[in-house]
């Protein structure tokens, strides 16, 4: 019951099931009254019609009982009384019974004797009622008439039925309810379902809309507005005027970053060329020169780092696009293999790189495609203590072209895998940024857009204490991948 959907179905028919047990019952008491009236004025016409008999064959026959003891009425008399359904007794007037019908005859011996009882007080009014009968049988309605036209002996008649005597009685009506009200609720449950799930669809698209919206680069996005100008229009106009406000506040925030490096990058060059220029200075003291030396080390790093975070907000923003051209890969792996054999020497770090012996084209802008492998290369070897070794290859897979770099070295742990290519992201923070292994912690960051930039993946496998594993995947140029020759 966790969806809106499941809620309003579950509520639906909770409220439809009181609906339909309120007027169930109200429908039943209705019933009830209405068949004892039914019941009740055709006890009456039966009574009537009896006593009618009795008197018209009393002037007939001047006498309606037989002459026998206990007295009886005379069969010619009884004779039209066993049409009669119901149960009819004919009483004298000391409350003894003179006839009873066949109906009567039929019922045990404690239902009749409280039949008999009916006969009341001596002589006998008329009266209706209800008569209830022992052993849990169904309560009877009667109606009493006194007969005082059909000698000194005929006192009265009694016409009795039970409840269950009428035409669709209120039993029949529970009866059907109770078989049909289970359907109504299992078809309208199932309808509301529908419903809900109508009502809902709107909500869901929406949804959908918004989950489309991942990151600050889709944030141009917007939802579309129902043209129904209900509560979800408003949402849609409110989500929308959210995302205007966020995309907004994202474009500043990466407009700073690309303005604030792009303004220190020519501070930078002054400041770089003045200390080169110093350092070659003839007659500079050598304590000086050292100073400068340290001062031109950091200066480099912060010079990397400035473009590092100007490649990114350039890329953020979408201006940062790439002067594709087809390349032979492999000169580019041999190129990059080169200056990571000299960097790998002066780490103890022994080098392979492995290319494919034929042309491996690939739609790339070289500059960038370097920038991807010398990152990988520079953090395999800053990764690998003295002694390990660090492979590159150049591989014409079947999903692609793979490049791979794989090192030896410290591995990066489980939980950490999922952060690697996070900005500012470095395993180890409390290393300084110029202690063994300098760096800021956006090399992966780069490397990943311009991965993705080139329509590729990069994914990497790594255990901690064995090594690491990158895997570059382009799409081959020509192929069904983006970037074709323009
Ligand atoms: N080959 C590797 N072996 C082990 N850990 C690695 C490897 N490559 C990356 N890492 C881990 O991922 C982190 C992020 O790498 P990234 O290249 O983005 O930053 P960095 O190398 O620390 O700094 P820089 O911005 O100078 O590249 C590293 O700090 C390191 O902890
Ligand atoms: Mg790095």
Redesign the pocket.
Known sequence: MNTIRGRLTFWYTVALTATVLVFGTALYLERRQSSVRELDQRLALEADFARRWLHESFNVLSTVLRPTDPQELQPGVAANFEGVRDLLLVFDRRGRTLYINDPVRQLNFAAIEVLVSLAGAVPSPSATGTALLPGGEEPMRYARLPVDGAGQEVGAVVVAAPLSAVAFGPADLLRSMVLVVPLILIASGVLGWFLAGRAMRPVERLMDEVQEVTDGRSLHRRVAVPTSGDELARLAVTLNAMFSRLEQSFSQLRRFTADASHELKTPLTVLRAGIERSLVHPGTPSEVLEALDTTLEQLNQLNELVD?LLTLARADEGRAPLALETQDLRALVVDVGETAGMLAEQHGLTTQVSVPDHPVEVQVDPHRMHQLLL?LV???V??TPAGGSVAIALEDAEEGVRLVVR?T????ASVDLPH?FDRF????PARSRTGDR????????ITKWIAEAHGGTITVQ?RPGRG?T?VVVLPRAGGSGSGDAG
């Open positions: 590092s990152n520079t953090n395999a800053k990764y090192d070295g410290i591995g990066i690697i992201w470095r395993a180890d300098p760096g800021v912690g956006l090399g992966l960051a790594s690491s990158f």
